[in-house]
């Protein structure tokens, strides 16, 4: 598993659905999450650091846990079927360690609250993971491959059966995650979700 950290997150000018971008920690490799528009909510307020004046849903939930005698240990994004994502939310309760199954937007807007480390199984970053190509400056679908040959490209067959990635990744921009992340001197940006697909 790999450590990432939350890039930003996204409004898709396509469809107007929530994208949080998950960057990989030791690498420019980027894993785009459609969420809904109230996990986007909960996960920007806690990065943006804005006070509520009643707990959300995310907040009640990491306090139940911790009155419960239980601390978040990770989060990990740790699967992808037919454009569905799948996480788990791993804690520690007397001495032993708990998997949840979770969609990983509620994993991340935990991860948030409890400043615990976000994963990604590499096998979710080969099918679903984008580099930016250095030539053409576009995003360039699948995992690392070989180290001296960069990205490997995904077959159509694949491509087709991950449709609700396509569109966004043809129009993602990763030069301006960077360009925006050195002007604001971190991630974060508008909240984007749709159910994460």
Do not use: C
Not at 49 to 76: C, K, M, N, W
Not at 90 to 98: E, H, M, Y
Not at 114 to 127: G, M, Q, R
Not at 162 to 173: C, T, W
Request: glycine share 8%; aromatic share 6%.
């Amino acid at each position: 598993m790999l450590e990432m950290v939350i890039d930003s997150i996204r409004v898709s000018l396509l469809n107007y659905q929530r994208v949080v971008i998950l960057k990989e920690k030791a690498a420019d490799r980027y894993l785009p999450i459609w969420i809904g528009p109230d996990v986007a909510d909960a996960i920007a307020v806690k990065l943006q650091e804005v006070s509520v004046p009643r707990p959300l849903t995310h907040d009640l939930l990491q306090q139940v846990v911790g009155d419960l005698g239980a601390t978040f240990d990770y989060i990990i994004v740790s699967g992808l079927d037919h454009d569905t994502f799948f996480a788990k939310i791993v804690l520690t309760r007397d001495g032993k360690q708990i998997q949840i199954d979770s969609r990983p937007s509620d994993a991340l807007a935990l991860a948030v609250r409890a400043k615990v480390p976000i994963y990604a199984e590499e096998a979710v970053l080969e099918k679903a993971g984008v580099h930016l190509d250095k030539e053409t400056g576009k995003a360039v679908v699948g995992g690392e491959g070989e180290a001296a040959s960069g990205p490997k490209p995904v077959d159509e067959k694949e491509l087709q059966s991950m449709s609700a990635f396509k569109d966004f990744i043809d129009s993602l921009d990763l030069d301006d995650l960077g360009r925006r992340d050195r002007e604001q001197g971190k991630g974060g940006g508008e909240p984007q979700d749709k159910p994460d697909k």
